[in-house]
């Protein structure tokens, strides 16, 4: 039985039967066991020692969290037995292993797992199999379907073995049927997402470290941040939405905290939530899943075709636009601004992956005349064009939204309601800035573009409010000079606004300086995409054919 699962498994996809067969080895296996055995034993023995002891009082009252109390009060003493032992609360001990389980498994899962994918990735990378790998003859996804599951499958076993003991100690709570069942899926869909991006990031950070030493280590620290950080947040997100209410309960204290979408309550129930959840973490799952494919088949293409970009960022734009809008509209200056810092982030995310490199531009400038296409598709449409039209384009669709969101019947007068337009126009502004100066960084001729890129991106959108609110300047004192950052919407219904003045002159200047330096872009470009032969053409004076 289990030679003709190994046979069907070689047959289906040779990189998973490899991954196995590296990796499974009966010494590995052990060491796996064996560490899991240990860190639950640990895991239990430090709780253990949380509980009272159990041994005679001799006089006096004792108090102690996991103990049986007779008053309702905050410092009740504990009861004792016919013995005159301490009754040991195991309800409320059992409550809290079962609440440190549920947070501790999800990251002690993807922590180490995407670790050993990132240094999986990165030593193929290094060492020139990857190019193997891609000349396969198999199709990429069965290659990378290969590495998702063998990779981590050592981890996966660890995952395995802990199972049994959350399960006794869910049955020992009385947890839910329902509620266990609907944990371990959005773990699993967790992982259909954390895993290809995992792999996305460590094959964009591999390639460019064939080209310098400089991000050597730096997808091992990247995959183990990406890891935690997505971690927490899938954890207190599904705690605010798909565990809010009786479940809660499972997790910390319940909190009974509404969260609405576009007016409607996400956690008022038991199966919306957690098919929302569900729904959002499968959708961007695949198009994790199709960025990988894409980069791994072409180590030099664009993540990302920009008609799927524009999906992709219309999508987070609705989304977070949801969770800001109430039965009565916007929330107010607060929701504003969590909505437009997300998507500034989902805009310098999509400035990383649409702006293509220095020989792929200068490939696209030189060959752009012999495509049929128009300019308005080559600018917009084409892989290899630069990336500013095309997040001008995303923000004149955010635009759009927006405006279509303040003409709904909602609770801000007619100027917060432009205010509120005019932060997102100045919003997207800046964000065209980030890309004109980001895709020119990424023209430089040194080796280490992509970390001048990231540098100076990073240093626009961090450094400005940062000195801003190290110098004590907030915005209800001097509003005007919070224009001039990323975040616009900070002045939005404090004491002292923006005039229209001051909101029409930064949106001026703003839009000035975006279309200024992106024809001195596209003038470098240009220049830059003449051919040789023109060049030398160019600089040959033509002979005087009047003399003699």
Known sequence: MLASFVDWVGDRNPQLMREWKGRWQPRTVAIALALAVLAQGLFMLAWWSQLPDTQA?????????YCLTGAPSAYKACL???????????????????????????????????LFLAADMQREESRGTATFLRLSPRPPAAVLTGK?????????????????????????????????????????????????????LAAIAGNQQQRSDVFT???????????????????????????????????????NFP???????????????CAFTLANLLWLARWAWVGLKRRFADPH???FRKSQAYLLLGYWYVLGLGFVWDEHGFWGSEAIQIWHFLILMANVAAIAVLSPHRQTLLDWARHRHQTRRSVWQDLFLAENSPSPPAIALAQLGLLGITAIALLCPNRLTTPERLGVLAATLLLGLWSILLAVVGQRCLLLKTNKRILWAGGILATLVILPPL???IAGIHPDKIPFLWLFTTFPSAPLFGSRQPTLS????????????????????????????????????????????DRG
């Open 467 to 469: 000195v801003l609110a």
């Open 217 to 255: 280590g730096l997808t091992l620290v990247l995959a183990g941040g990406v890891g935690f950080g997505f971690g927490l947040v899938f954890l207190l997100a599904n705690l605010a939405i798909a565990w809010e209410g009786p479940d809660a309960h499972y997790f910390t204290q319940a909190t």
């Open 80 to 114: 004792l037995d016919s013995n005159n032992r301490l009754m040991v609360d195991w309800e409320h001990w059992y409550l809290d292993l079962f609440r440190s389980f549920n947070w501790l498994l999800p990251l002690s899962w993807w922590v180490p797992s995407v």
């Open 148 to 200: 998702l599951w063998g990779v981590p499958s050592l981890c996966g076993l660890m995952l395995a073995s802990a199972v049994p003991l959350h399960l006794w100690i869910a049955h020992q709570v009385q947890a839910e049927l329902r509620f266990v069942g609907e944990y371990y899926l959005l773990l699993a869909a967790g992982t259909m997402l954390l895993f290809p991006l995992t792999l996305l």
């Open 57 to 65: 009082v001799t006089g006096g009252e004792r108090y102690h969290t």
């Open 259 to 273: 969260v609405y979408w576009f007016g409607h309550r996400l956690n008022g129930t038991r199966f919306i939530p």
């Open 502 to 545: 001051q909101w029409v002159g930064v949106t001026t200047l703003a839009s000035l300086s975006s279309g200024l330096l992106y024809q001195k872009y596209r003038q470098h470009l240009k220049c830059l995409g003449t051919s040789e032969w023109q060049q030398l053409q160019s600089s040959v004076p033509a002979p005087n054919l």
């Open 301 to 303: 293409a664009p993540v």
